[in-house]
């Protein structure tokens, strides 16, 4: 019982920590937090090119961009309903998205990089 | 501008016909990367700081930004790979080819810097480009170098098309 102990309590002094600190939770957290109907997508950012080029989501879903390439890129709508601003080398963005409709964007940086988020 | 356009290119062509012909190794591609990308960085910094247009200016910073990136995972890759960067003609070309143009700019101001600037940015990415398809990425012979070149290529395509677009309003200002 001792050795039992011994063990868990500087396991819950490092959860208690953690969450006091308001470290980032991870995908598990978020997934067990979310509302059971929202999903989480991710789109990759590499070679100067979203994939996948067309994302459908739903409303609610959560979409995160993750940049594989080896300096900054943006992920910018038309209209600007939703703007990364830069996003670090091997760095992410998340966005959950909350109105319908079908959002243009590009990456301000490359403009050349075109892609497009389709929200029902 | 365009007799200094020429003679990079011309001399760009020549070094690295002669480098295809033997096949560069991977530690002088590792050179011709990196040297590739410092010259680029450095007229960067140069039209960065001496440029008062905007998009020449943006461009600039953008050619700092992502060059230095590349050249960051270029190390990183050949220090993992233990590759020594060996220098060679096709990357002594490149760096005597960015120091002329240095040279030159130096002697520019205004309209007539910013149109040398972007022209000799178009230049050089064309035959950089050309460089990695007809040299560079067939002769890589380890698997990570040759991924890295293809990766990073479409950086160097969307950098032309970017001076392309800065370029027509510049002609003629000088």
Redesign the interface.
Known sequence: MLCFRATVRPLLIALATASTLGLPPGDGWAAATASPRSTTHTVVI????FDPQVLRVKAGDTIVWVNH????HTVTAEGKSFDSHEIA?GRSWKYTARKAGEFAYACV?????KATLRVE | MRLIGVVIATSLCLTTAAAAAEGPNDAQIAAIVVTANQVDIDAGKLAASRSHTKDVKEFAERMIVDHTGVNKSAVELVTKLKVTPQDNPTSQSLKSGGEQNLRNLKGLEGAAFDKAYVDHEVAYHEQVLDAMDKVLIPSAKNAELKALLVKVRPAFVAHLEHAKRIQAPLAGKS
């Open positions: 590499d070679s100067l090119r390439d080896p300096f900054p080398p940086l490359h403009p050349t990089m």
